[in-house]
């Protein structure tokens, strides 16, 4: 009775909040539904604005990214329930099964059903907001390539000449008039006077940073280039930026100073606005071109000539003065209201000159560089493309504009601030090589971790540049966000979708693995098995079987982890082993063998071996090889499958001892006792030749020549097998002297059969 009350209270508490949330849902859906409907209405429309695309799509941008996230909901719910349901096992295919099973097999699949819904539902609206979106992606590319390939009236026809003429004249007319005007009625009002102090400030402060702000960041980094402190190079980077920011912050502040005035008109007032950008260009170009192109001996990076180097710091400079004049006459123009053909006869003098000084530029940079001793050379086969597409440009651009598309103005400029961004990646790269540089030639990391490092960061800097160069081409800024949001969902494997946040979960697990495997070896190496009894064969076999257990180990929580279900690709898998097994059947046979021979230890490391007609030191045992120091110091790599199947000589298995074998002839008529007795005498007095057992002298023949003996003796370490022999030889040859007994070597007589027959020749 208790507890049926408590059921009541609460519903009767939490029911009007269930039904909040259902209205909110419904009222979500509704929303949902609308903009949707909106959409697909524009979507069939081909008279539809871009503002109003653009517009409606950031709604559906919102809208996909809500259902994207919906997409996982009830999911560790699901998870619980799909358990459940494996716990039951299959059902019987006769269908004679418990009616209490059949019953909660029947309620989880329900269960099941019910908590998938919300899930499959924001996954089909996501279906419909991404497709909704591409669609609308397309229409603004159609529209832009429609603005691209639009030819107007070309500025060429004589009937534009003078309204071009006539409209530049009017702006510096307009521009006087309105500022005479200004100042008059400021002055008649009485209200120059109380904007004076106030602008004067800016104007001072612009003075002072235009007029001497450059010159004494300068000197600042002529002093800190011949100072010792550590960082050098990034500070006069820093600095070098100062040198950009000083002159445009004076323009900034002139620019308010100025308009603090306000005697200024509309036209004029647009001018004032943009004098900062238009600083910006010249003092950029001007700083790209003390860099690449430095003044005097220094080559810099790109190993240009003093000559051609003056060359292209002039014409860079000269194009950053064009581009800051085309500015101002932009921002002017964009005031006044002038047909399209008499602005494009205004701009196209313009694109002239930049492209005959992109052309020359081009040339310049097209030139091959010089070879200077001590200085890293580059052949520069990037550097002719970049000339001879800067050259194209400057050809084709002014064409076009004469010709009446309006797109090579617009390639003249992406083209030159693609330029622009070139030089300030080439910056940024030699910045990171000079601080990667050590002090002393001789401790820079040729190779290893550190010596990835600045490859690393310009790999990152191209990649932050390629967005940069996309932005400058047309690309907007919704396509690069569809990009990343497109790379963030990742790809569909079957039922599984892999996104980068897979990918990053599972390399931080898997470098988290594989760390805490090395960490476990090296502590194994250096601290657990030095103190056992196992020799060092057996130390490292457990040191690599340990390696080879973690990386797998690894491997399979870091793919747990990542959440990859790999079950879809079994097939597939099962499918593709059979042609890498006939494939890599060589392979996989080393590979177990190396298994084989790291479990049962027939060769370990440093033993002395003799395979397929190669000896020496094991000095490496790998998953699919094995390293053989042979005694002239070359190393010889033997398959594991030879060392496992083949034949295989160990001579220092177990242990170290092995026996030596001394041949040794006397001549005929030596007294055999006493050389028995020298050759026994020289065996034992070794340090090497154990006493138990004691070593054998044998008189093993009678020799063509000699009675030859054998001394065989037992060496408490075989690796001196021949040195041991050297020095028993030489002790024997000095015993033997000793005693008078000689070492025979081989004679032969020869007998002429008929001599005369010799003599009668000779006659």
């Avoid at 003092?283 to 292209?312: C, I, K, N």
């Avoid at 892999?498 to 601290?527: C, E, N």
């Avoid at 006939?582 to 049962?600: D, T």
Wanted: charged share 20%.
């Amino acid at each position: 009775m208790i507890r049926r009350f408590v059921l009541i209270l609460c519903l009767a508490c939490f029911w009007p909040l269930v039904g909040a949330a259902q209205d909110a849902t419904e009222t979500e859906t509704q929303a949902w539904e609308q903009v949707a409907t909106r959409a697909e209405s524009m979507a069939g429309r081909e008279d539809a604005s871009r503002f109003a695309i653009q517009r409606l799509r950031a709604e559906l941008v919102i809208w996909r990214d809500r259902f994207l996230a919906d997409t996982t909901i009830n999911a560790g719910r699901l998870e619980t329930v799909d358990t459940q349901i494996a716990a039951l096992g299959l059902a019987p295919e006769n269908g004679d099964e418990a009616e209490a099973i059949a019953d909660r097999r029947a309620e989880l699949a329900a269960q099941r059903q019910a908590l998938a819904a919300p899930g499959l539902l924001a996954e089909e609206s996501y279906a419909r907001a991404n497709g909704l979106i591409s669609e609308f992606d397309v229409m603004v590319l159609q529209q832009q390539a429609d603005a691209l390939t639009e030819r107007g009236e070309s500025p060429l026809k004589p009937q534009y000449f003078g309204p071009a003429v006539a409209a530049v004249w009017n702006i510096g007319v307009t521009i006087a008039v309105e500022t005479q005007a200004g100042f008059s009625a400021h002055v008649a009002a009485g209200a120059l006077l109380s904007h004076i102090p106030r602008a004067s400030v800016f104007l001072i402060v612009a003075i002072a940073l235009i007029g001497t702000g450059r010159r004494r960041v300068t000197k600042w980094r002529m002093n800190l280039a011949q100072s010792q402190i550590r960082f050098v190079p990034l500070w006069l980077f820093l600095l070098s930026l100062v040198q950009i920011i000083v002159p445009v912050l004076g323009l900034f502040m002139l620019t308010v100073g100025l308009q603090t005035l306000e005697v200024f008109g509309l036209v004029g007032d647009a001018v004032v606005g943009t004098l900062p950008t238009a600083g910006f260009a010249v003092v950029f170009a001007w700083w790209v071109g003390r860099h690449l192109f430095p003044v005097g001996q220094d080559t810099g990076q790109l190993g240009y000539s003093m000559e051609g180097r003056a060359r292209v710091r002039r014409y860079g400079l000269a194009i950053g003065w064009v581009l800051a004049f085309g500015a101002l006459l932009d921002a002017a123009i964009g005031v006044i209201d002038e047909d399209p053909a008499v602005v494009s006869a205004i701009t196209l003098p313009v694109i002239v000159i930049l492209g005959a000084l992109l052309w020359r530029l081009g040339k310049a940079i097209g030139s091959k560089p010089i070879e200077t001793a001590g200085l890293p050379f580059s052949a520069g086969r990037v550097r002719p493309i970049v000339g001879n597409f800067s050259i194209a440009v400057a050809a084709v651009a002014p064409l076009m504009l004469a010709f009446g598309f309006g797109a090579g103005r617009d390639l003249m400029l992406s083209w030159l601030y693609t330029l622009g961004v070139i030089g300030m990646l080439l910056i940024t790269q030699r910045l990171v090589h000079e601080l990667s540089a050590p002090n002393d030639e001789e401790e820079s990391p040729k190779t290893g971790t550190m010596a990835l490092v600045p490859v690393a960061i310009n790999l990152a800097l191209y990649f932050v540049a390629l967005p940069v160069i996309a932005l400058i081409w047309g690309a907007r800024v919704d396509d690069l966000i569809e990009v990343w949001a497109r790379f963030r969902d990742g790809f569909s494997v079957g039922d599984t979708r892999i996104s980068p946040t897979d990918f990053l979960t599972f390399a931080i697990v898997f470098g988290l693995g594989y760390l805490l495997t090395r960490t476990i070896q090296g502590t194994l190496r250096k601290t657990v098995l030095p103190r056992t009894r196992l020799d060092l064969g057996g130390q490292n076999a457990i040191v690599a079987g340990v390696g080879y257990v973690g990386i797998i180990l690894a491997a399979i929580v870091a793919i747990t982890s990542a959440g990859l279900d790999l079950s879809s690709l079994a097939i597939v898998a099962g499918a593709l082993s059979v042609g890498i097994g006939f494939g890599l059947q060589n392979i996989v046979s080393n590979f177990v063998s190396g298994i084989i021979l790291l479990i049962e230890r027939p060769v370990s490391e440093g033993d002395w071996i003799e395979v397929g007609g190669h000896m020496g030191y094991v000095r490496a045992i790998s998953v699919r090889s094995t390293r053989i120091e042979t005694f002239d110091r070359t190393d010889v790599i033997v398959p594991n499958a030879d060392l496992v199947s083949g034949q295989v000589t160990n001579w220092t298995r177990g242990n170290l001892v092995g026996r030596v074998i001394v041949p040794v002839g006397v001549a005929y008529g030596t007294d055999i006792d006493q050389v028995t007795k020298i050759l026994r005498e020289v065996a034992e007095a070794h340090p090497l030749v154990v006493i138990t057992p004691p070593p054998t002298v044998l008189f093993t023949a009678f020799g063509a020549d000699s009675l030859d003996f054998e001394i065989r003796a037992i060496l408490r370490d075989v690796n001196y097998v021949l040195v041991t022999k050297s020095e028993i030889n030489i002790e024997i040859a000095r015993r033997f002297a000793e005693a008078g007994i000689e070492i025979p070597f081989a004679q032969r007589d020869i007998w002429l059969r008929n001599p005369e027959a010799l003599h009668g020749d000779k006659t």
